[in-house]
């Protein structure tokens, strides 16, 4: 069985910061392209970061040089740390792992407040 489990999620002031991790099982995870979106209430869900399992990452323009993701392969996590927190990243954030299928875990509630 597949599961995919982020946490980190919390509330947090306005410019501070947070590290998501995305837990996978149940797949080779190194064969993976993970990624982590969010999703804000009443917008859809956006891409943030993503990382190859060669290593290459891309990030939304949004969260350049604020975000940064990473992953152990040992440990089959994912990582998102995220500093200089907006108000505007308030959302759930989700993993999503994709080779020749794709999984999503059941997000990571993420608040920014002022």
């Known amino acids: 069985q597949v599961r995919l489990v982020e946490s980190g999620g919390e509330l947090v002031q306005s410019g501070g910061s947070l590290r998501l991790s995305c837990a996978a099982s149940g797949i080779t995870f190194r064969s993976y392209t993970v990624g982590w979106h969010r999703q804000a209430p009443g917008k859809q869900r956006e891409l943030v970061a993503a990382i190859s399992s060669g290593f290459s990452t891309n990030n939304a323009d949004s969260v350049m040089g604020r975000f940064t993701i990473s992953r152990d392969n040992a440990k089959n996590t994912v990582y998102l740390q995220m500093n200089s927190l907006k108000n505007e990243d308030t959302a759930v954030y989700y993993c999503?792992?994709?080779?020749?299928?794709?999984?999503w875990g059941q997000g990571t509630q993420v608040t920014v407040s002022s």
């Open positions: 999503n792992a994709k080779a020749w299928q794709a999984y």
